[in-house]
């Protein structure tokens, strides 16, 4: 009898040691922390956290475009592509126990090249009229069109504007001579197109040779000249 019962105390000790373990220990899990949002080839900055399980934590990330990182619970990427990616970070625990969680990256493309439409000559101080057009791949708005005339700082059309929506805007060259007309459009995601070119050319007045004028309108009506004499 004194053996059962010492046996049986020996169990609920056993028992009850074991309850207290186990309610305080947590199972491991982690937190991609996303989704995240990002242009081409711009830093994105990762956020892993994990809990539970036993400490220290190794952290994986895979990016979903072939690249991967390991070790930091915070790394930074970037994407060379536009689209929607599939990001997966797994955490391991000091036991090898894992644990994964899934989030996506969207990265956004830019605008495409500005086409720039007007004329290519004119005349100093006429104004010229111009207009500035761009398609959006991921069917973004317009947030504003850059533009820069070769003879002063940038000047800005605001939107937004639907995407492909031209816009046009005025300027005055006050100088004979060439002039390049640069522009670009932004997203309003803040991704920027490439520059557009467009040259354009204040020419000079023709130089009119007065004596040479003369001599031929003499030659055709010789009584000019007599008047001419007359008055001089």
């Not at 007045?205 to 008047?227: H, W, Y």
Request: with cysteine; hydrophobic share 30%; glycine share 10%.
């Amino acid at each position: 009898m004194k053996i059962y019962r010492k046996c049986l105390a020996i169990g609920l000790i056993i028992l009850f040691v074991g309850a207290g373990f186990g309610a305080g220990f947590e199972t491991l899990s982690c937190d991609a922390n996303g989704p995240y949002e990002g242009n081409i080839m711009e830093d994105i900055e990762f956020d892993g956290t994990a809990t539970g399980g036993s400490p220290p934590y190794e952290y994986f990330w895979d990016y979903g475009d072939g690249n991967t990182s390991s070790g930091d619970p915070h790394p930074t990427h970037n994407y060379g592509n536009a689209g929607n990616y599939t990001v997966i970070l797994t955490v391991t625990d000091s036991e090898d126990d894992t644990a994964s969680d899934n989030t996506w990256a969207y990265i956004n493309a830019p605008p495409n090249t500005t086409v720039i439409y007007g004329p290519n000559s004119g005349k100093p101080g006429t104004p010229l009229t111009y207009t500035f057009t761009s398609i959006d791949p991921d069917g973004d708005d317009i947030a504003e069109y850059i533009i820069n005339w070769g003879d002063g700082p940038n000047e800005t059309i605001t939107g937004p504007f639907i995407s492909g929506t031209p816009q046009t805007k005025s300027h005055t060259w006050d100088s004979q001579g060439k002039y390049t007309i640069k522009a670009k459009a932004r997203d309003v995601y803040d991704a920027e197109s490439d520059w557009a070119t467009l040259e354009v050319s204040m020419p000079k007045n023709k130089a009119i040779n007065i004596p040479l004028l003369l001599q031929k309108l003499f030659q055709r009506f010789p009584f000019f000249e007599k008047i001419l004499n007359q008055i001089i």
